[in-house]
Every structure is written in structure tokens, then in C-alpha cells.
């Protein structure tokens, strides 16, 4: 990692930890990278230099000796130092001291609250790589055009909260971000935008701790498979399979619209009030409620398999179709002390309608997540069986080896 010393003007390649300020921004057309010109006279007349040099000016009035800034502190040249930025970017705004994000489209004069306020407007909001930039750092402060300061994230957190739909508590304290739903914060990245369409999934990595190799011309609906997939990997949480069909999607992502994973991060949007239901909480309520002989209480690891993904969930025969019950819940989220869940007293559980097809069951296209309104203590449906495996298998069909079972509550 390349480090600017605001004393000699030289990047510092710097391998312990050392504080150190960070600069967000949004590029202007006709800027330039900076990397082999720092230290050169030339450089400083170079387009939008001027931010390299008062985010010096801050960091200096703050205390610090280091600053990073994408500008001058990244070899634009280099594919290996393009790889790690893009698969560190989080973890450095998380460890800088504080992120100053600068506004070239914002009045300083103006009040940031008010409606029409040219912070509301501002495009920095629609970048997809924002998310962690606002997210990751604990102190951000944000600057006019004319570098007056406007405030501060947690000073304007109703503000920008009500902007972006990101909860509140993600932008007052940081170290809470992994504790929302995938749901919930796959739901943030709606309308955010990219130059290189793999970027918009490359801008997630961070938000869910997870790596992938940096590839471009694959696609958006490719890459974002292989990001669901790694994810899956590390968590069992089930929200995110609660997704419905985005609008005005391509035919290569329509090719994957009945697949048990989202083909882009746009199905999310309508999923920031969706919440998982932690396992014991889980297990209570379906031994409770979905009682089996054979299985006494749920499953909620999703097993890679030679097939693909291995889930169990409780069922219910619908017609000839099925439904199958997810771990997660509609409604607002309720921070436990370790993690945001759902209020088990009023769920809407969230479910995906399975129709019978020729490789056995497949989800029902749908343009809305089905709901089941399920309130703790009071038996909702009263066929459901536990004993029920699901296939996901390439490409993206599911398979359902349903035991058919009548289960009296």
C-alpha cells in the first residue's frame, strides 16, 4: 500500500500500519492520475491536483503525516496494484483515522437538509464504489466545492439515510454493517452506477467480506453469480434467495430469471426490510410450529454438494406446486446486541413458490416476494414438512426431492 507523506511529498510504500487520512471523490473528466508524476514540478498543474493538495492541507490540520488518495497513490498502469485496490478498498477506508469526501457539485452555502439541497443531488450518492467509501470509514466529513466543510456522516445520517435507503444505524456505526441481512445490504446498491458494468459487483466484495478475481468482459449477471456463490460460503443466511425480478433486465440475465439466485443486484431493491432470523430463534419457532418426526429441528446450512447447493426447509404442498418457507422476514430490523433480525411477534416469512417441471420443482417467476403472515404462538399452516432437500444446480435449476408427509400440528 502507497502512502503520500505530507511533509516530503513522496509515496511511501508502506507495509505496518501507520494512521493515515483517505480522500473520497468523484473523478472530473479530463483528470489525470497522478502516480509517476508525484514529487515533479509538473504535477501540480496537472487537472485536479488541487485535492491532493488540500487533503494534505486537512490531514496536516488533523495531525496525520499520511494521506491515500486513488488520484496518486495507485499505479493506474499496473493490473496487479488495480487488483489490489479494487479487493482492499474497503478494508483501507476502514482503517483510516478519517475520510474526507469531497463535493465538486455541492453548495457550501446551503443547508445539506433542506429538499432541494445540491447535496441531495449530488452524483457522488450514485456511484456504485460510494457504498463503501461512506460505509467503511469510521469519521467521514464532507466538503463543499469550495472546501467549506457541510458535515459530518453521523451528523447527516437521517439525511443521507432517507437518500440512499442504507438503515441508520450501518451509517452511525460502522462495525454493524456485517450484521444486516444480505438482503438489506445487497438493497443498498440500487441505482448506483459504474463506467465497467463487473464494477458495480466488484464495489460489493467489501460489504460482505469476500474476494473474487478481478475479470472484465464477463458481465454483470456473471460476476454477480460468482459473488452470490462466494458469499454463500461463508454464511447461512437465507435472505438472500428473498429477491424478485428486476425491470428491463438483458436476455443473458433473463436466461437465468429461474434460477434460485439473483441475476443482478437491481432484484434487491425492494429488499432493505428484509431480515433473517437467527438459528435458535429459527429452531424454536419451526419445532413449535412445523413439527417432524424424522427431523426434530431445522437445517439452515446450505452444503456445497457435487449438485451444486444443498439447503433444508420446511414445505408446504400447494396445488400442485409447493412452498418453501425461508429463514427471514419482512419488517423492521431489531438489533439483538450482536445482530440486526426480525420480530418473530409479527412476521411476514418470506417464502418461494416452487411449480413442478421436468427436473422435479423450480421457483414460479414472480415480481414480488411471497409472504406469509406467521405471528409467533399462533399455528399459521399446519402442513409443512421438515424432511424436504433442495438442488441447486448449474444452470441455476432447482431440484426438490419432496417426501409428501402430513404433519398435524
Not at 498543474?45 to 486537512?58: A, W
Not at 488495480?82 to 452555502?109: F, K, N, P
Not at 445490504?185 to 440500487?190: G, N
Request: hydrophobic fraction near 35%.
Amino acid at each position: 500500500m502507497y502512502l503520500l507523506n505530507i511533509n516530503t511529498q513522496q509515496l511511501e510504500d508502506i507495509h505496518e500500519r501507520r494512521p493515515y487520512a483517505i480522500l473520497s471523490h468523484a473523478w472530473r473528466v479530463g483528470e489525470t492520475h497522478h502516480f509517476h508524476e508525484i514529487g515533479t514540478e509538473n504535477v501540480r498543474i496537472q487537472p485536479g491536483y488541487e485535492k491532493v493538495e488540500m487533503c494534505c492541507e486537512l490531514a496536516r490540520q488533523d495531525g496525520l503525516d499520511y494521506v491515500w488518495i486513488d488520484t496518486c497513490c495507485a499505479d493506474a498502469n499496473s493490473s496487479a496494484a488495480h487488483t489490489e485496490r479494487t479487493i482492499s478498498a474497503y478494508t483501507w477506508y476502514q482503517q483510516a483515522q478519517v475520510c474526507y469526501t469531497y463535493l465538486d457539485d455541492v453548495d457550501g452555502s446551503e443547508d445539506p437538509r433542506e429538499g432541494y439541497s445540491t447535496f441531495r443531488r449530488s452524483r457522488w450518492f450514485k456511484r456504485a464504489w460510494t457504498l463503501q467509501e461512506l460505509l467503511a470509514p469510521k469519521h467521514v466529513f464532507f466538503f463543499a466545492k469550495d472546501w467549506t466543510m457541510i458535515g459530518t456522516k453521523a451528523g447527516l445520517s437521517n439525511v443521507i439515510s432517507g437518500m440512499t435507503g442504507i438503515h441508520k444505524d450501518a451509517l452511525e456505526h460502522p462495525e454493524r454493517v456485517p450484521s444486516f441481512s444480505i438482503a438489506t445490504r445487497m438493497s443498498w446498491a440500487k441505482e448506483r452506477t459504474t463506467s465497467k458494468e463487473e464494477d458495480r459487483v466488484y464495489a460489493l466484495m467489501g460489504l460482505f467480506g469476500v474476494n473474487l478475481p478481478i475479470l472484465y468482459g464477463e458481465g454483470e449477471t456473471r460476476t454477480f453469480l460468482k459473488l452470490q456463490n462466494e458469499i454463500i460460503k461463508t454464511t447461512d443466511d437465507q435472505s438472500i434467495f428473498a429477491w424478485c425480478p428486476a425491470a428491463g433486465t438483458s436476455a443473458e440475465a433473463e436466461s437465468h430469471a429461474s434460477g434460485l439466485l439473483a441475476y443482478t443486484f437491481k432484484c434487491f431493491a425492494d429488499c432493505g426490510d428484509v431480515q433473517r432470523i437467527p438459528y435458535d430463534l429459527w429452531s424454536e419457532y419451526c419445532t413449535k410450529h412445523f413439527c417432524s418426526k424424522n427431523i426434530p429441528y431445522p437445517q439452515l446450512g446450505m452444503d456445497p454438494s457435487c449438485k451444486g447447493f444443498q439447503a433444508t426447509l420446511p414445505v408446504r404442498q400447494r396445488g400442485v406446486g409447493l412452498d418453501a418457507l425461508l429463514a427471514c422476514a419482512r419488517g423492521p430490523a431489531i438489533w439483538n446486541g450482536s445482530e440486526y433480525v426480525a420480530n418473530l411477534n409479527r412476521a411476514d416469512l418470506i417464502c418461494i413458490r416452487l411449480q413442478k417441471s421436468y427436473h422435479g420443482y423450480e421457483p414460479i417467476d414472480k415480481d414480488h416476494l411471497e409472504t406469509s403472515f406467521l405471528g409467533l404462538g399462533v399455528p399459521a399452516y399446519r402442513k409443512w414438512a421438515l424432511n424436504s432437500f433442495l438442488y441447486i444446480v448449474p444452470p441455476a435449476i432447482l431440484f426438490l426431492m419432496y417426501q409428501s408427509r402430513k404433519t398435524s400440528l
